[in-house]
């Protein structure tokens, strides 16, 4: 079975502090995401990353970066946190070849505070 | 850029009844494929059911099936013989049928979801 985790699934934080979200998948995936998700808003995609050090915007990129040094792992990272990134954020993995619509495969989440 | 909406914020159903979740979407590209969605309270989000453009046969996984209207621009999934089990979010999600050096790309376009409660 495919496996994404992510490092925590509760986390609070303070305005201003660097925060940093880690995702592992275990499936030698080439795509992974990182997906914002609030109530009545759905889920939004805030970047991708196709390959090692390779990364797309997605929908709302703003205040947020991410890194993809090895394949198996992708970093979301707030610079500098605001109460407004308050959200359930969502990683994901998919593996680009073969059948082209490849499932993404979903992590735990990780509900972020910021206080 | 494609859109895709859920109209159905909540819905609820007995157990054992079937009910049927909306999803609509607009695009203007051909080759493309569509996704629901269930994320369990507290739990992951897993595929529920895919289904091809380009295949005029509704996609069914056992209790589950859709019905693809693509002319209608329409993806609604019906869920028979609900059970307990089924209460959830339900997300319909479009994915471009186009690679990426093709202008495509691996996103999913999601709805804002509906919350399915089912009744004993």
């Known amino acids: 079975d495919v496996k994404v985790t992510q490092s925590s699934r509760y986390l609070v934080k303070r305005t201003g502090e660097k925060v940093f979200l880690e995702c592992v998948q275990d499936?030698?995936?080439?795509?992974m995401f990182w997906y914002r998700q609030d109530p009545g808003l759905g889920l939004r995609l805030i970047y991708f990353?196709?390959?090692?050090?390779?990364?797309e915007k997605g929908d709302i990129p703003e205040g947020y970066s991410v890194s993809r040094e090895k394949k198996e792992r992708f970093s979301l990272i707030l610079e500098s946190a605001s109460t407004n990134q308050t959200s359930m954020y969502l990683c994901?993995?998919?593996?680009?070849?073969?059948?082209?619509?490849?499932?993404?495969?979903f992590g735990p989440g990780t509900r972020l505070t910021v206080l | 850029a494609q859109t895709v909406t859920q109209s159905q914020p909540e819905m609820s159903v007995q157990e054992a009844e079937t009910v049927t979740l909306s999803c609509t979407y607009d695009?203007?590209?051909?080759?493309?494929?569509l996704f629901w969605y269930k994320q369990p309270p507290s739990r992951q989000m897993i595929l529920v059911i895919r289904?091809?453009?380009?295949?005029?046969q509704n996609a069914t996984e056992n209790r589950f099936s859709v019905n693809f209207q693509k002319a209608a621009k329409s993806f609604s999934l019906k869920i028979s013989d609900s059970q307990l089990g089924d209460a959830a979010m339900y997300f319909c999600?479009?994915?471009?049928?186009?690679?990426?050096?093709?202008?495509?790309?691996?996103?999913?376009?999601f709805g804002k979801g509906t919350k399915l409660t089912v009744n004993p």
């Open positions: 499936m030698d995936h080439e795509n």
């Open positions: 289904q091809e453009a380009y295949k005029q």
């Open positions: 999600a479009y994915r471009s049928g186009r690679v990426r050096n093709q202008g495509g790309s691996e996103k999913l376009v």
């Open positions: 695009t203007s590209e051909s080759d493309y494929y």
């Open positions: 990353s196709y390959d090692v050090k390779m990364k």
């Open positions: 994901a993995s998919r593996r680009e070849w073969g059948s082209s619509y490849n499932e993404q495969f």
